[in-house]
């Protein structure tokens, strides 16, 4: 009997048991679409490149011995929105010195001349950079992300490398060891420098971290897509899903759906959407709940055009963040963002037990929104509205990440960052006057493409 049991589950087993010949069907076709992918991101990036060279007479390099200031984005496209937020205050900054962008990507740099209002230099291989550095009396080098490439412009001893980020909040990225491999980082306040403290072991904050605000918060306007009327304005910008547990910070397959819903059968409110940009490219579910509410807004807007919710996907950050009465925001930057303006701010809470959520600051304050509360998100923002006590600890957390908000405060200060880095380059560079000239080129270094076609 027990053999007879043995034998049919054995035979059960081999029932249910891919077949060699499916697991190899399997595999030549996961090995197809992955080529597929490579195949037209290489004619993608060979299509760049093409428009690039047609363009480049168009955008000459900087006139040798004219930039002092320089923001290195090694990135491709995909995290230009990185770039952009530092548009307004790098215009601001160039009425006092010299800036340009350094672009590594043809993507990236296609967009930067269209958009961006300092110049951009195209220097796609290791010798044009070195030569690009050669030519220009350069005091600073701007980073405003961790990208691996970074190392390459390291290489140079002459400059400040500075660290100022593509936003501030809680998230693990904001206290990663690599703040260590900058001379300075420009950071937004208190905040920020105890969680430095915290986080680094050995980190000198008192020299290494300069507090400035957010200057970005000085120019956030635009020109609204919709006519201001008596509605309530709700702003929802989550993040995207994250590639690894510790970083899911994302909502919009959790929260997202329900809490769309309820906006938009309301008669007395707007949505304004702007989901990240990477939303959906790590997990399906979560790129087809942005889907779907994308397609509820334009129904919703069909049904009735008077309504005029909104799913933003612009280039322009700043107005959204001003114009909502109460902004729902994943863990991310973007509740700093609006932290920064002082009003309502309701923050997601992550389904994901594994998301790293630093509530010694501002998160563990906060107006949290769980996932089965989504549903009920119009008397939440109520709440948060009017209720004094929810107000006053708003104002609290405000200033304490971002000290001054007083409109052009934090533009003062970053400016004074700037001139103070600028004066100490100038104090080592007299200390420095008789040094013999050197060559800090990397003769193992390739001068191929620096960028991977496969991103592209």
Not at 30 to 51: E, G, P
Not at 301 to 310: A, K, L, M, R, Y
Not at 384 to 408: C, I
Not at 419 to 429: F, G, I, N, T
Request: charged content about 25%; overall charge negative.
């Amino acid at each position: 009997m027990d053999q007879h049991r043995l034998d049919n589950g054995a035979a059960g087993e081999a029932l249910y048991r891919p077949s060699d010949d499916l697991i190899v069907t399997m595999a030549l076709l996961k090995d197809f679409i992955t080529a597929r992918k490579v195949a037209r991101s290489m004619l993608r990036s060979r299509r760049n490149r093409r428009r690039v060279a047609n363009l480049m007479a168009e955008h000459p390099l900087p006139v040798p011995g004219s930039v002092s200031i320089a923001v290195y984005f090694a990135d491709t496209k995909v995290n230009l929105y990185q770039m952009r937020q530092w548009y307004a205050p790098l215009a601001e900054l160039s009425k006092s010195f010299p800036v340009a962008i350094i672009s590594r990507s043809p993507s990236s740099v296609l967009a930067l001349w269209d958009e961006a209002p300092v110049p951009t230099a195209y220097l796609r291989r290791v010798s044009e950079l070195e030569q690009f550095v050669a030519e220009q009396p350069l005091k600073i080098i701007f980073y405003v992300n961790q990208n691996a490439k970074n190392f390459q412009m390291f290489r140079y001893g002459h400059m400040w490398h500075v660290f100022i980020n593509h936003g501030e909040s809680d998230k693990m990225y904001m206290t990663t060891n690599q703040f260590k491999a900058y001379d300075f980082s420009l950071v937004a306040g208190d905040a920020a420098l105890d969680r430095l403290s915290y986080k680094l072991w050995d980190f000198d904050v008192t020299k290494k971290a300069i507090p400035i605000g957010r200057p970005q918060a000085d120019h956030f306007a635009g020109e609204l897509p919709y006519t201001p009327d008596d509605r309530t304005v709700v702003l929802y910008a989550p993040t995207w899903e994250g590639d690894r547990d510790a970083a899911a910070y994302g909502s919009v397959a959790s929260h997202g759906v329900a809490l769309t819903n309820a906006v938009l059968a309301s008669d007395k409110h707007r949505l304004i959407y702007r989901p990240h940009p990477r939303s959906g490219v790590v997990d399906p579910e979560y790129k087809r709940a942005n889907i779907a509410i994308i397609a509820a807004i334009a129904e919703a807007n069909e049904t009735d055009p008077s309504v005029q919710h909104i799913y933003d996907d612009g280039k322009e950050m700043g107005w959204q963040l001003v114009a909502a009465d109460v902004a729902i925001t994943d863990v991310s930057a973007m509740v700093y963002d609006r932290l920064a303006t002082g009003k309502p701010l309701i923050v997601t809470r992550p389904l994901s037990e594994q998301a790293d959520i630093d509530e010694g600051g501002y998160l563990g304050a906060c107006e949290w929104l769980l996932a089965d509360q989504a549903g009920d998100i119009l008397s939440i923002a109520e709440r948060v509205q009017f209720d004094t006590e929810a107000k006053e600890r708003l104002g609290y957390w405000a200033e304490r990440h971002f000290g001054d908000t007083t409109p052009g405060a934090a533009t003062a200060r970053f400016h004074e960052a700037v001139e103070s880095l600028v004066a100490l380059w100038h104090r080592h560079a007299q200390l420095h006057i008789g040094d013999r000239p050197s060559s800090e080129a990397d003769p193992f270094e390739d001068d191929d493409d620096d960028e991977s076609p496969s991103v592209e």
